[in-house]
């Protein structure tokens, strides 16, 4: 486990579809965090999850995406119908605990949406 | 809301000489100041990092200085290199424990 993991690297869909990515935190981390970014942007913060548990969810954030971490370990981010609005990078981090805040990105899901 | 704001937007410094990123926060209960730096098409890395009860912290040729008053830290670079050429943000942990980023400043290193 050389750190956080994340699949596709890539997605092209065309509007409408739906779209389901796969996070893989550092094994021990009991946080797991989503992010997204746009060029030029910081990451904006979708959600987060304390093991198994979906503890924040963002305002910004529309009833088209879900996400899961159904053993407290990989998550899944889902958008369903997705629109071109939602072209960007999908980031994922993760943390050890509450108490160390230290984030460790995985490489993002860069997804365009046609 | 909070607000984070960092300055400047982009910063172009000579190599070997010092940059200095300035992030302002509204949150007066934050106390986690952490900077990552973010290279072309990878991911962000947290490079320093300070809590609020210590007023500056250093790693090498990387410092963090801290106002609590003011409301506001720096990141500090000095003998700029080509690989210090990136985006740096700040995020300031707010009050419910979340990470709140500012827009990114671009670091160019002119050889």
């Known amino acids: 486990d050389t750190g956080v993991s994340q699949n596709p690297r890539h997605k092209i869909t065309k509007r409408g579809q739906n779209v389901t990515f796969r996070c893989d935190p550092i094994s021990e981390h009991n946080r797991l965090y989503w992010y997204r970014q746009t060029l030029g942007q910081g990451p904006e913060f979708l959600t987060y999850?304390?093991?198994?548990?979906?503890?924040?969810k963002s305002r910004l954030l529309s009833d088209r995406f879900s996400a899961e971490r159904p053993k407290g370990s990989f998550s899944t981010l889902e958008i369903q119908r997705t629109e071109q609005g939602d072209s960007a990078m999908y980031l994922c981090?993760?943390?050890?605990?509450?108490?160390?805040?230290?984030?460790?990105f995985g490489s993002g899901t860069q997804l365009s949406v046609l | 809301g909070e607000n984070v704001e960092q300055h400047p937007s982009t910063l172009s410094v000579q190599e070997g000489d010092s940059a200095v990123i300035k992030c302002t926060y509204s949150d007066s209960a934050s106390n986690y100041f952490p900077w990552y730096k973010q290279e072309l098409g990878k991911r962000p890395q947290l490079i320093i990092d300070?809590?609020?009860n210590v007023g500056e912290k250093k790693d090498q040729r990387i410092a963090v200085t801290l106002n609590k008053t003011a409301k506001h830290f720096s990141l500090h670079i000095t003998e700029t290199q080509p690989e210090d050429s990136a985006v740096y943000f700040c995020?300031?942990?707010?009050?419910?424990?979340?990470?709140?980023w500012g827009a990114g400043t671009k670091l160019i290193i002119k050889p």
């Open positions: 300070i809590r609020s």
């Open positions: 981090a993760s943390s050890l605990s509450e108490a160390d805040e230290k984030l460790f």
């Open positions: 995020a300031p942990r707010n009050s419910n424990y979340q990470l709140i």
């Open positions: 999850f304390q093991n198994e548990a979906q503890l924040e």
